[in-house]
């Protein structure tokens, strides 16, 4: 098969048709989620799995609604937070989104590096330096239309935390028991980690990479407007964000069910249970579940790595861009968007040279996760809003099944973060 064929096949397939919400999905289990997930399964075994039917449908409504912010606007999130909303508000909400996705990004890359050495050998930093390049390279210099080829390509490696069940014993009528009925006790320590989990399902960057994705799909479309202007196609442009967001979420969400289970199975019955990062729990996996085991956790950890860094950064570079007025998108060649190419490469760049720094980035994989559970309640209402103003979608405000669920989010988030706030009380 020649390159032109197999190129031409890649294209065609199934696969390489599904929008921003696979992408999205799959970001959703950066490492630092894979530690959150790992967390949550060695320290509390079987009993934390009915998170993630919980989060299922609440993260589905938030991303559905900033899918269609882009998609009836044609502008991002932070653009329409800027039409929207007083100046302050774009501007804290700019900031923590950098702050966070920065932070995010060191303990993601440093995984990376550390996972990388575990297989290979090689020195977790060399390894972390070739990655962060590696990525920065692909952004900044292919064409969006080609790079989101291979990140969708990519989004298979998530299969990988499935296939690592095959590999151990899985009790599961015990899972299927605890996944509707947990036993735990409600003190801050579980309530840090529900936060932790609904904070890594539920993350501020990927409401501005779905809002800002659907805009670039639709530019490099022909013919295609907003549906503020070509209200013709609002039926089946909506239906399509709604499989696609649905599709993407749930795919995220089992896989961090699987991951939840793998290592209760593993590490919390083996006695285990403090793990920081997303390697130290594929390290752990290696003598309890057996090489294969630990190959696929560690494959995976770099798969979603090589997705969620790009995301992280291109989330943030949207953010700033459509706050200041820039040029911004992937698609745009580096000299025509300057500013929104500098914001990737200071964030990535940033998160390399953080982790030669006396910051531990193996508690910041966790707690980066909390702080995004935190950020999100109030980015939350103002999209909650947005969603709801005639003068923003027009004809096409959300209905009220993803308003309700939204608000439930919302309520739930904020409930979970002051929670975690009120030590030794449910």
Not at 48 to 77: D, E, N
Not at 241 to 269: C, E, K, N, P, Q
Request: hydrophobic share 55%; net charge neutral; proline share 5%.
């Amino acid at each position: 098969m020649t390159p032109s064929v197999l190129w031409t096949r890649l294209k065609e397939h199934p696969l390489a048709r599904v929008g921003p919400g696979l992408i999205t999905g799959v970001a959703d289990d950066d490492p630092s989620g894979i530690a959150t997930y790992s967390q949550a399964g060695a320290q509390f075994g079987l009993n934390m799995l009915w998170t993630m039917p919980v989060a299922l449908p609440l993260m589905t409504a938030i991303q559905y609604m900033c899918a269609s912010i882009g998609r009836v606007t044609g502008k991002g999130l932070a653009a329409n937070i800027k039409d929207a909303f007083p100046p302050v508000v774009i501007k804290s909400v700019v900031f923590l989104l950098l702050l966070a996705n920065t932070l995010n990004i060191a303990a993601d890359v440093a995984a990376m590096g550390e996972v990388a050495e575990l297989v290979t050998g090689l020195d977790r930093h060399l390894m972390t330096a070739v990655f962060v390049i590696a990525t920065l390279l692909l952004q900044v210099f292919i064409p969006y239309h080609r790079y989101v080829r291979f990140l969708k390509w990519l989004t298979l490696c998530l299969l990988a935390y499935a296939a690592v069940l095959f590999t151990v014993h899985v009790p599961w009528g015990q899972v299927a028991l605890r996944t509707v009925w947990p036993h735990f006790t409600a003190d801050a320590g579980a309530a840090a980690v529900v936060v932790g989990i609904f904070g890594t399902t539920i993350s501020p960057y990927l409401f501005f990479w779905q809002a800002s994705e659907e805009v670039e799909d639709m530019q490099a479309g022909k013919g295609t407007a907003p549906l503020l202007r070509d209200p013709r196609a609002a039926d089946a442009e909506l239906r399509r964000i709604r499989w696609d967001t649905w599709s993407g979420m749930f795919y995220s969400d089992l896989t961090a069910y699987f991951i939840i289970l793998a290592t209760a199975v593993t590490l919390h019955a083996a006695g285990i249970t403090d793990i920081n990062t997303a390697a130290q729990a594929a390290s752990a996996l290696h003598p309890l579940a057996g090489d294969f085991a630990f190959i696929l956790f560690a494959l995976g950890i770099l798969g979603v790595g090589l997705i969620g860094v790009p995301v992280l950064a291109g989330s943030g570079a949207y953010a700033l861009s459509e706050a200041m007025g820039w040029k911004s998108g992937l698609e745009r060649e580096v000299n025509d968007a300057r500013g929104f190419y500098g914001i990737i490469s200071v964030s990535v760049l940033a998160g390399l040279v953080i982790q030669y720094l006396p910051i531990s980035p193996m508690k910041a994989l966790f707690w980066s996760a909390v702080i995004n559970g935190v950020v999100a309640v109030p980015l939350m209402v103002v999209i909650m809003l947005l969603v709801s103003k005639k003068s923003v979608m027009g004809g096409f405000t959300v209905g009220r099944p993803f308003v309700v669920l939204g608000w439930i989010a919302t309520v739930v988030m904020g409930a979970a973060a002051v929670w975690m706030f009120v030590p030794g009380k449910p």
